[in-house]
């Protein structure tokens, strides 16, 4: 049992999960819903009584050669004498395991709780449904956001951890960095409720960034990702989160209705082939159901249908849900599935091409085609400062003339080195938090390996230097500034992806702007992404 003069206060939550080989531990029911009020003042009243990580127990000679150092979760070999500087706090965190500490308030007695800690403990509610309650995981289409859940800032503990961590590191303030980055550990787990989970990506991403400006050989090893992920895997992993959670297929069934839009509306004497240029994250999976719509027109499918996919290049490794395995290649199979629905089609792939090098000539792009460009997920990655490659790219997709661009991205502030790192680690916070608790919902609590994958690589945000988003009236201006007009999407466009919405958990909902008719995606009240339609002035 915990003993009751230990820091580790009975109202602060504990993850619950099942683990393998595990050690029972008597505690009391425990109440996640902690406000930033409670966990700050737990933080502060418990930092006098605290030892710090490196100056009082990893520098002390008589605890190195105490034998039970031996079951301490860090690697003492590490530490040098000298344990105030940015380097060794690095190099202490980066050697931890993920075996959690508790820290009682008697002197040189350390509670350690090992790896398998909890074999007995009951899983959280999101996980195991339990007797006598209902589940707080919402069912689709029917169920009410509950207590501590969703974007209730005062349930979302994770967070007044993680950035007033971030707001430590940038003021260089070492030793409360040392405090939090240690409950941090305690607390972070990889399963478990959405603030778990988020801790233990956020703690990632904050030893990242420390080992990054200190000693890069002692680097975090990062979470699974799609590039490091079996094509198998990653194949099964997008069809299943794509079929549970709208966060890509709603913004991917907007941009198939519009180009259906834009293209019913051409001249079909002068303009006869349909060339889609795709800078996206869909991985082709988007395509099918475009070249079923396409099949089933009047008149049938245009006698020419151009694909030409805009593969990401080696430095755009960090964006998530851009890349994919080594050996993944959707092609054959679309160009299978458009043959038994009688499409004529070719698909084109550029391979590290960067987007500011696209032009007309380098897409093969002519007069007597319908080009429609779609960009979705991705022009965020483009740097918005110095130099300003976005603004640049936005004109090269003016000079390319196409009939139509369709733009879908996060919206959000943005979340790149131009501001401090703690405001826009606090933004990329925010942006996981809406995903991990989505997907928390969508897999309804179960721990898969799909779910492990996507999450992984949605934790890219918090790493990834390019991640600057900008918000959508943003985007509208910096659209209208190198020559498009903004147009509202078809009727039709919006109703199929309300009735696509339905599918999908109540916390969803979409919303059409009036002023001017973009589409927004917004979880549990909080706006996800944008879509809007833009054509030549």
Known sequence: MIKQGSLFLSSFPLNT????????????????????????????????????????????ADIMDDPWWGLDPFDANIISTSCNSLDNLTSVVCSATTSPV????????????????????KAPNDHMPQTGKKSSV?????????KGDGNNKDGRWAEQLLNPCAAAITAGNMTRVQHLLFVLQELASPTGDANYRLAAHGMQALLRHLSTTSSPAKAVTPAITFA????????RALINFNDIN??????????NNAILQVFSEQDYGSCRTLHVLDIGVSHGFQWPTLLEALSRRPGGPPPLVRLTVVQPTHDDHQIPFAN??????????????????????????????????????VINSSVDETLIICGQFRLHSLNHTKPDNRAAFLKLMRNMEPKAVILSDNNMDCSCS???????????????????????????????????????????????????????????????????VEHAFADSVVDQARALLKKYDSHWEM????????IGLWWKGQPVSFSSLWKLA
């Open 138 to 146: 919402n069912k689709k289409g029917t169920g009410k956001p509950t």
């Open 228 to 235: 490091t992920s079996k094509p198998s895997l990653f194949k």
């Open 246 to 255: 709208p966060w890509f297929t709603v913004p991917n069934n907007i941009a």
């Open 324 to 361: 994919c395995p080594p050996d993944y290649d959707f092609t054959s199979n679309i160009l299978r599935f458009a043959k038994d629905v009688n499409v004529n089609l070719q698909i084109n792939k550029l391979d590290n091409c960067p987007l500011e090098n696209l032009n007309a000539q």
């Open 418 to 484: 131009c501001s401090n790192f703690d405001s826009t680690f606090s933004q990329s916070l925010d942006y996981l938090w809406s995903f991990l608790d989505s997907t928390s919902v969508a897999f309804k609590g179960r721990e898969t390996e799909e779910r492990t994958l996507v999450e992984g690589e949605a934790a890219k945000a918090l790493i990834n230097p390019c991640e600057m988003n900008e918000k959508k009236e943003k985007w509208a201006e910096r659209m209208t500034g190198v020559g498009f």
């Open 17 to 60: 999960t099942p683990v393998p080989e595990t050690m029972m531990f008597q505690e009391p029911d425990l109440d996640p819903d902690l406000n930033s009020g409670q966990l700050l003042e737990w933080l502060e009243d418990s930092m006098p009584d605290l030892p710090l990580i490196l100056d009082d127990l990893y520098c002390s």
């Open 102 to 121: 508790v820290i009682t308030d008697q002197p040189r007695q350390l509670s350690v709780v090992a790896a398998d800690l909890s074999k007995k403990r």
């Open 511 to 518: 919303r059409v702007e009036d002023k001017d008719g973009s």
